[in-house]
């Protein structure tokens, strides 16, 4: 398959814990990126990282980029309901602007 | 950030007819369009990629002469579901590049379904 891996594929949490997303890929990467995509929705383009960065934030969001191990992790910080969502990551090759899904988390946030 | 419409947003068609999808970049210029496909719990699929004015470059797969594209415009692209069937029930998602912004917009997505 061309698309990446994710783990877990699903994950249920309480409000006000962290949720951890994992994102792994075979090939060299130009950037990659986090999407959100609530049920039956378009993509809510969640951060990018390019491949010479290692770690970004944005409010409680916490993306990692490990290069050597291709893996990238989302951290979401004391998580709330309405982070229920499905979770992907995307990366585009070197050179090229197409994005390659994985395969997406499932991220269920109990009240 | 830019906006992304897609048209309609969802649609019931009887099998063997064909059904066309609009895509349309708001409030930019989307030199780029790319149509997606996105099966019940599953990540998306790159279906094709459409540049302005030029043929679309379909993914390995998918063909080229079910899935119609058009993109005509610098605002909008089509996507024309020929000779539908039931297993080409699913969501359809299109997305959009332009000079002025270094990343993809999505569309809302479609929901096609095919009785």
């Known amino acids: 398959s061309q698309q990446g891996e994710e783990d877990p594929q699903a994950l249920s949490i309480q409000e006000g814990e962290n949720a951890t997303m994992n994102c792994s890929y075979k090939t060299s990467i130009n950037n990659l990126q986090w999407y959100r995509q609530n049920s039956g929705r378009g993509l809510v383009h969640l951060i990018l990282i390019r491949s010479n960065e290692r770690e970004k934030h944005s409010g409680r969001l916490r993306v990692t980029l490990d290069t050597s191990k291709k893996s990238s992790s989302l951290l979401i910080t004391a998580s709330r309901a309405a982070d229920t969502a499905s979770y992907f990551c995307a990366r585009t090759k070197a050179a090229g602007n197409k994005l390659t899904f994985g395969g997406g988390t499932r991220v269920l946030v109990k009240p | 950030g830019a906006v992304v419409s897609q048209h309609p947003s969802w649609v019931i068609c009887k099998s063997g007819t064909s059904v066309k999808i609009e895509c349309r970049s708001l409030d930019f210029q989307a030199t780029t369009m790319f149509w997606y496909r996105q099966f019940p719990k599953q990540s998306l699929m790159l279906m094709a990629t459409s540049n302005e004015g030029s043929k679309a470059t379909y993914e390995q797969g998918v063909e080229k002469d079910k899935f119609l594209i058009n993109h005509a415009s610098l605002t909008l692209s089509t996507l024309t579901v020929t000779s539908a069937h039931p297993e080409d029930s699913s969501f359809y998602i299109c997305?959009?590049?332009?000079?002025?912004?270094?990343?993809?917009?999505f569309g809302p997505g479609t929901r096609l379904t095919v009785l």
């Open positions: 997305s959009a590049e332009g000079e002025k912004y270094n990343e993809q917009f």
